[in-house]
Structure formats: C-alpha cells, structure tokens
C-alpha cells in the first residue's frame, strides 16, 4: 500500500510500504475513506517531537471501512464505516473506566499515552490502518454523517469541545474569549454555543481568520495585532473581564493574554500544545480566584458530538477548505502549510 512516511526533521514521502496486518485480537484493519493533517503533524515534521521516529506514517485522523477483524472483536464487522479517534483507548484500564482516555494504560505505544497514531505506531494517513483496541477507540459513522464530516470528530471538535469548553466551564450567560481561530480554536467556539453564551469573541492576529469565525458562532471578533485589543475585549463585557478565556494557539503570549482578560472567579481553558516555558504571574493572579485547566483530549465526548453533528447542531462542513486526494496529499501538506498564504482550515483527503 501507499504511506506518508516520515522520514525525520523536514523530510516526509508518501511511498509503498507493507500492508499492516492483525497482530492483537482487539485489532482492527481499516481501509481509510477520508483522513487530514493536523498542526500537530506540522510539527513532528519539524522535529518537535523527538518520539516520533524515521519511518513512522503520520496521521491520527480519520474515517474507513473494515477489511479485517481480530479475533476477540465482536461488535464490529467487515464493512463497517468507522471514525477513528486520535486517541486509542483499551477500556480496562483505572483510566479508561474514568473516560481519561489520554492516558490510557494499555501497552500499545506506551503504557500511560492514549495519542499512539502517527505518534508512536503507524497512523492513518495511508491506505489501510491497523486499529488496536477497536472496540473501545472507534465509532460507527452514521449515515447522515459523511465521512468528511467524521474526520473532524477525530480530534478538532472533540479537542476544542473537552479540553476548551468544558474544562473551561462554560455556562448560559457567560462571555467566551477565544485566542486562535485555527481549527482547534474555531471548534472551541462552534462547541460553546451549546451551552448558550451570551458573546463568543473569537481573537487572532489574521484577519480572515476572526472573519471566518462568525460562521461557527463567535459574535465578535477582536484583531490582537490592534494596540488597544484587550480594551476592545473588555468593553465587550461589563468590564470586569470574560467569563472562560481558551486558549487556543500554543505559545506563552497568548498564554499570559488568557489571563489578562479574564475576570476574578473565571477560567482559563488552555488548549495549545507548548513547545517552551510559560511565565505565570501568580503574585497578581493567586488572589483573583482564577481556574487554570489544561490537558490532551480524551475523545470522551466524540459519540455526543457525533449526535449533534448528525442533527445538524454542530456546524462542520464549514472547517473543511480543501479537498485533495491521497495520492495528492504532499500536496496538500503543503496548502495546509501555507495557512496564512492559501487560507487552509482542514484539508481533507479522500482516497
Ligand atoms: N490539547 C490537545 O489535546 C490538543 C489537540 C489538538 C491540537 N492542540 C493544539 O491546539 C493549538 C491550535 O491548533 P490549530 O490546529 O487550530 O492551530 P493553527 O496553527 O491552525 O491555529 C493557530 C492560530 O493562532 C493564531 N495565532 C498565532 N499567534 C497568535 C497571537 N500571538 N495572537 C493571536 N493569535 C495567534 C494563528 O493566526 C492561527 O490562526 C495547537 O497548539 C495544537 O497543537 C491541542
Ligand atoms: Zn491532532
Ligand atoms: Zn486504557
């Protein structure tokens, strides 16, 4: 079968490589309909991530079809049309019976990391996919839900949805800032419209981006290149500052944003993935009864969010901003990595 394999810091190949094959009897084979690329796939190829090794196929998203089945598998059949989460789960463990699955305890990959696609086993941007612990890690797509639309449930929506929303706790009434209108950021906000916000603001330092926001709900949207942006943020509340500030980019500045626009007793939901250090000024913040919460996505909500995505509740087709095929897709990493230049959300990939 065909593969994007990586081949270390800056190099990538979508080349032929051996079909993956049932090696545990909870595993899976799936052909892949549709799959896309991630930011966090960006930075493996720099480098960021030393655990992923030469060799490797990338990809932790996607949709398929079942070719094979384990022999401990019952629920699942040949044919079946499956998402894949991002994050494999075994089901048994103290932390899957508490639905973290991020920190699965289950062997594959290493005991403790629940993200093992394209990470540390083979992911999903190939023709065929070994799935371990199927039963447990995939949800069958629906038929009002294209495969396209799944391959957002993966990570994006589920990631912007847990580890945003409701780690940030939003609520009916409350103002929501959110830092970065990257797919994550823009799923954070599709996602709090559920639980009846009275302002998303949605925060970026390109204006096509906080452009776009409006069409997955943010009712504002506040460029933070402007010198007087955090002005232009609190005059959107009564002053006192936001309810849930989510922090959706990654780096320390948007980090420390976070925390000067949200008022006392609100949350800072930090999403991004850091690659350095990031200052907390807790002599100013301790007495402002401020809640920090961080984390990897567990996927525990992807089956409620599959509902709402079927019921048309959740926008989605709006994330996808190009189309490519598999034999296309260095292509299309070069599109998506060129966001700013070709105003790439996710580029999905159809084999
Ligand atoms: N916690 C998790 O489980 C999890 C899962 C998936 C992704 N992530 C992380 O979420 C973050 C967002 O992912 P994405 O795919 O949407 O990223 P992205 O790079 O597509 O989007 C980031 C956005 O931030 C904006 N930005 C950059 N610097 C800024 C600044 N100083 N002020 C305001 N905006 C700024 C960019 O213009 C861009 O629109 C990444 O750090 C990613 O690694 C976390
Ligand atoms: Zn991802
Ligand atoms: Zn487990």
């Not at 593969?3 to 190099?11: D, R, S, T």
Request: hydrophobic share 45%.
């Amino acid at each position: 079968m065909k593969a994007l394999v990586y081949k270390g810091p800056g190099q990538k190949a979508w080349e032929e490589v051996p079909n993956p094959t049932i090696s545990q009897p909870t595993d899976v084979i799936v052909k892949i309909v549709s799959t896309t690329i991630c930011g966090t796939d960006l930075h493996i190829l720099k480098g960021d991530v030393p655990a992923v090794t030469p060799g490797r196929i990338l990809g932790h998203e996607g949709v398929g079809t079942i070719t094979e089945v384990g022999s401990a598998v019952t629920s699942l059949k040949i044919g079946d049309q499956v998402i894949i989460s991002c994050i494999s789960a075994c089901g048994h463990c103290d932390f899957c019976k508490q639905g973290v699955f991020s920190h699965c305890l289950g062997e594959e990959g290493a005991s403790g990391i629940g993200w093992i696609f394209g990470h540390l086993i083979d992911g999903t941007q190939a023709e065929f996919v070994r799935v371990p612990y199927a039963e447990t890690s995939v949800y069958l797509l629906p038929k009002e839900v294209t495969p396209q639309q799944g391959t957002l449930l993966s990570d994006i929506l589920p990631t912007g949805h847990e580890i945003g929303v409701k780690y940030g706790q939003v609520k009916a009434g409350d103002v929501v800032a959110v830092i970065g209108a990257g797919p994550v950021g823009l799923a954070a906000i599709a996602t709090a419209g559920l639980y009846g916000p009275s302002r998303i603001i949605s925060i970026d330092l390109d204006a096509n981006r906080i452009k776009q926001a409006k069409l997955f709900g943010a009712t504002d949207a506040v460029n933070s290149s402007d010198a007087d942006w955090k002005a232009q943020v609190l005059a959107l509340t009564d002053g006192l500052g936001v309810d849930v500030a989510i922090e959706a980019v990654g780096i320390p500045e948007t980090f420390t944003m976070c925390t000067q626009i949200v008022r006392p007793a609100g949350h800072v939901a930090n999403v991004g993935v850091h690659g350095r250090p990031v200052e907390l000024a807790l002599q100013d913040l301790w007495i402002s009864n401020v809640t920090i919460s961080m984390g990897l996505v567990n996927t525990n909500t992807l089956g409620t969010l599959l509902k709402l995505v079927a019921q048309k509740k959740i926008v989605s087709d709006a994330f996808i901003s190009h189309t490519f095929a598999l034999d296309d897709i260095i292509e299309a990493y070069d599109v998506f990595g060129r966001a700013a230049e070709t105003k790439a959300l996710k580029v999905i990939i159809n084999a």
